[in-house]
C-alpha cells in the first residue's frame, strides 16, 4: 500500500494559481468590452425589458369597500 506523497506548498501554490485564473478570466468577460459593445448590451437589455412589460397583463386591485 504505497500512496502518492504530495507536497502540501506546491499543492497550494498550484491551486492558487488556478483560482487567480478562474478570476482573471472572468473579469476579462466582464471589463474587457468596448464602451460600444456596452452600449450595445445595454441597448439589448431595455428592449427585452420593454417588450416583457408591454406583453403583462394587469389585474385589478380588489375593491377592499365591498364589507
Known sequence: MAADVVNLRQYKKTKARAEKDRTAEQNRILFGRTKAEKELTRAER?????????????RPKPDDSKS
Open 46 to 58: 431595455e428592449k427585452a425589458e420593454k417588450t416583457l412589460d408591454q406583453g403583462k397583463l394587469e
